[in-house]
């Protein structure tokens, strides 16, 4: 998967960010947007940010990213403020991408929880209509809930909101923090360990029987969850990818499902270290 970074300038001023502090608000240069640009052996391709609306040429940049990758799934990384303009919906409506998705980060079910992350006030309101004026048109939308203190007690909630009010998104993807850049900044807010997590996590799917749309789990490693809830979790092996932001417990090499464990966060794992996971046995499913 390819992942271009077009703007780091951004509506929203998240606490969790992952982009360092130093670079926030700026822009990339053009000349490396347009190297970005004539990459063309992924088949995935992700844009973002920064928040990858707020670029100036941003229709532009989604219409050659099409015609230079045709074979490509373009995946757009966006907040989804400046799709509450039905007008911008309109004009993305107007170029032809093909296999192409949104990516929409919801942290919370309502304002108050959601904007404690974004810090800006009105982005709930703005989020939740973009994402509804997409799938009014018809895009493929996948709402994405970053996990952390602040809004891990409300995920049955968020589960509860997203069913009833989103029901046209594609896909519900919950994704444990990554500790990097400004969120590694305030760790000492965001930081909540699995065993915290995962009971608000388990109530969240057990609501899940009559769902519209798949829900997945990214970065919730099997052995953190009971076994009846192993199944939405995303396995992948990924231990020769050389990605150095994965990592694993010494004890991994024990466990029946370490060919398709796709590992731990590593700023996780340097912050609150191994004890907490644990080799599953063959026969466990
Ligand atoms: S023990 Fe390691 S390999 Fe097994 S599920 Fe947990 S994190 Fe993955």
């Known amino acids: 998967m390819a992942d271009w970074q ?4 951004c509506n929203e001023n998240c606490i969790s960010c992952i982009i360092p502090e130093e670079v926030y608000g700026r822009e990339v240069p053009e000349k490396i947007t347009e190297l970005f ?3 063309n052996e992924d088949d995935v391709i992700s844009i973002g940010g920064g928040e990858p609306t707020l670029h100036d040429d941003i229709l532009d940049i989604l219409q050659k990213a099409r015609e230079e990758n045709p074979g490509a799934t373009i995946f757009l990384v966006t907040n989804g403020r400046m799709f509450a303009y039905e007008e911008f919906v309109q004009e993305l409506s107007e170029l032809e991408l093909g296999d192409f998705r949104l990516g929409i980060s919801l942290y919370g079910h309502e304002a108050e929880v959601h904007e404690k992350v974004t810090r800006v006030e009105g982005s ?6 973009g994402i509804k004026n997409l799938t009014a048109e018809g895009f493929e ?3 994405r809930v970053v996990v952390h203190r602040l809004n891990h007690e409300h995920l049955p909630e968020i589960y509860s909101f997203v069913d009833e009010e989103l029901p046209g998104i594609s896909r519900l993807v919950f994704m444990n923090a990554k500790y990097s850049g400004r969120a590694y900044d305030n760790r000492e807010e965001l930081l909540v360990e699995y065993p915290e997590v995962v009971p608000y996590m388990e109530e969240a ?3 899940t029987e009559e769902e519209n749309f798949p829900v997945r789990l990214f970065h919730f490693p099997l052995c953190t969850l009971d076994e009846e809830f192993r199944d939405y979790a995303a396995t992948g092996n990924t231990k020769d990818s050389g990605a150095e932001e994965i990592g694993y417990a010494s004890v991994c090499e024990e466990c029946g499902r370490w ?4 590992g731990i966060w590593q700023s996780y794992l340097n912050l609150v270290g191994e004890d907490e996971f644990e080799p599953i046995q063959d026969g466990e499913s």
């Open 37 to 39: 640009l004539h990459q």
């Open 6 to 9: 077009i703007t780091y300038r």
């Open 259 to 262: 060919e398709e464990c796709s």
């Open 124 to 129: 709930f309101r703005d989020t939740v209509q």
């Open 205 to 207: 799917l057990s609501l």
């Open 141 to 143: 939308v996948e709402v």
